[in-house]
C-alpha cells in the first residue's frame, strides 16, 4: 500500500461530523489492521466482503444506517 493515504471525506461535504469521524476511523483500522490482506485480494472481493459485514451488523443490531443530519 502507498505510504501516504488521504482518508479525507471532501468529495462528500454532506456527511455529518460523526459519519467523517467513523469513516476516518474505519479507514485507519482497515490500513494499519488489515492491509496484509487487502494487498492480497482483488478490490471486488474486498468491497463485496465489507457489505456483507455491513449488512451483518444491521441485522444483527435492527439500527437504522446513518441519516443525514
Known sequence: MENE???QS???PDVSNEVAVLRKQLAISLKFHHSNTLEKIPIEVAIQVMAEV???CHR????????KR
Open 10 to 12: 471532501y468529495f462528500e
Open 54 to 56: 455491513w449488512n451483518a
Open 60 to 67: 444483527t443490531h435492527d439500527s437504522k444506517p446513518f441519516a
Open 5 to 7: 493515504t488521504i482518508f
